[in-house]
């Protein structure tokens, strides 16, 4: 078994905390948090066990959880790896490309794995439908999110966006070739609404919405490719195919039957996958300790985490200042 210990002991801090103590892939070693007021609190009411530095932590453990504020991931993880310790990240990755660039050379260095934290990707409701995504041309994602103060020192794209912008990247195989761009500060010192347009090599196009001063939360994308219609509910955790076949010489009585101006006839049918249930955030720590284990390739790669902030400093370069 794994031994485990977290850096940060805030509000998903102490959630990663809970997870692991359950986990019987994991034996949970303890956790480190600077504010020592917090960290006695937390000690106290759970009854983990509280280090007095990171390097006390890391020292302890196989490997760290890494769920501090977002300036701080990269010299956290440089240390951990730099003891030959894996690391898993909290989205985004690390502040800057640069950054993580740096990190993922480390790793190879050390010969450890990392994983980030896009939850998304364990979603049953994407989940389920993730082999169904072929090829999609056109790609529409809304996320908003009523306000919430946490979060907001970062650019709603950092903060909400790059979920969908890991998702859209994890299955659309192309380059990118073009990224257009409006975001406008609400609340914040920082963009609290955003708006992208991303274009592919292979002629995807992605347009992208995130809010974090919306009336109503909201987290829903559509993909859009030949004969299919799929959309995906992350709130909900619900999906919906719908797909396109030649219609039948003889139609039954409840086939839905269109015909366009060519005088084509499809059948429009539904192929909706069954979505199970499970602790998105639990497995994709599980998911880490398996990789580590049988020596595979983590679901979400320090590589994919680099990409995702990339294309996000790319849309927010697009913003006028």
């Given amino acids: 078994m794994l031994k485990i210990g977290v850096l940060g002991a ?8 809970r997870l692991l103590n359950q986990s019987d892939k994991y034996e949970l070693v303890g956790f480190y948090d600077p504010f020592q007021e917090n960290a006695k609190k937390v000690a106290a009411e759970f009854g983990y066990k509280s280090f007095d530095s990171i390097a006390e932590l890391i020292a302890a453990v196989d490997v760290v959880d890494i769920v501090t504020p977002t300036l701080s ?9 730099e003891q030959g310790k894996h690391v898993f990240l909290e989205k985004p990755i690390t502040n800057t490309v640069e950054e993580a660039d740096e990190l993922i050379a480390l790793a190879k260095q ?9 939850v998304e990707r364990f979603n049953p409701a994407f989940q389920a439908i993730k082999a169904k995504i ?21 650019p709603v794209v950092l903060d909400l ?12 195989n192309s380059p990118v070739t073009k990224v257009s761009a409006s975001g406008v500060s609400i609340l914040s010192e920082s963009p609290d609404i955003a708006n992208a347009r991303v274009e592919f090599e292979n002629g995807c196009v992605a347009n992208i919405t995130a809010s974090r001063i919306s009336m109503k939360n909201m987290r829903k994308t559509r993909f859009f490719q030949k ?26 009585d409840f086939d839905l039957i269109f015909q366009n101006a060519e005088g084509v006839s499809k059948q429009i049918y539904y192929d909706n996958p069954k979505v199970g249930s499970n602790n998105a955030i639990l497995e994709e720590l ?23 902030l990339r294309l996000a400093h790319q849309i927010i370069g697009c913003f006028k200042k």
């Fill in 134 to 154: 072929e090829q999609p041309m056109f790609i529409e994602t809304h996320r908003l999110a009523e306000f919430n103060p946490r979060g907001t020192d970062v």
């Fill in 10 to 17: 805030g509000h998903l801090g102490k959630i990663h905390l």
């Fill in 286 to 308: 599980e998911t880490f300790a398996d990789a580590i284990n049988n020596q595979t390739t983590p679901v979400v790669t320090l590589e994919d985490g680099a990409a995702a």
């Fill in 227 to 252: 004969d299919a219609y799929i959309s995906v509910d992350y709130l909900e955790k619900i999906c919906e195919v719908v797909k396109m076949k030649e219609a039948p010489e003889t139609p039954g």
């Fill in 73 to 81: 991931h990269f010299d956290c993880a440089k240390q951990a790896i």
């Fill in 161 to 172: 966006m790059i979920h969908d912008l890991d998702v859209i990247l994890s299955v659309v």
């Fill in 110 to 118: 050390y010969g450890v794995k990392g994983q980030v934290g896009h």
